[in-house]
Nanobody
Framework: QVQLVESGGGLVQAGQSLRLSCVAS????????MGWYRQAPGMQRELVAT???????NYADSVKGRFTVSRDNAKNTVYLQMNSLKPEDTAVYYC???????????????WGQGTQVTVSS
């Protein structure tokens, strides 16, 4: 069984910063891509940022230059540093990890429970 535990969400004013963390634990053999998605009320879930095992990253255009994704492979942890936050960044942020639980299992995509980020104007 795999668990993803997110932390770091909250309420901030526009222009401020937040740092999200997500720790993967449980029956994990190998982790591939880790990342963050978000879902605002009435909207579809959208990609925010992803990072590969080798450190290659990908960002949504709306967050480029403001958000930075990073990971600590030794701790099975992915981070999202969010600077210059805007009201339109308000959403529930979900951690996503693609991993294997054994050498013979396929790669599965796992999701965290979500953490609320609210940015006031």
């Amino acid at each position: 069984q795999v668990q993803l535990v997110e932390s770091g969400g909250g309420l901030v004013q526009a222009g401020q910063s937040l740092r999200l963390s997500c720790v993967a634990s449980g029956s994990i053999r190998r982790i591939n891509t880790m990342g963050w998605y978000r879902q605002a009320p009435g909207m579809q879930r959208e990609l925010v940022a992803t990072i590969t095992t080798g450190g290659g990253s990908n960002y949504a255009d709306s967050v480029k230059g403001r958000f930075t994704v990073s990971r600590d492979n030794a701790k099975n942890t992915v981070y999202l540093q969010m600077n210059s936050l805007k009201p339109e960044d308000t959403a529930v942020y979900y951690c996503n990890v693609i991993l294997q639980t054994s050498s013979t299992s396929p790669w599965f995509s796992h999701w965290g429970q979500g953490t609320q980020v609210t940015v006031s104007s």
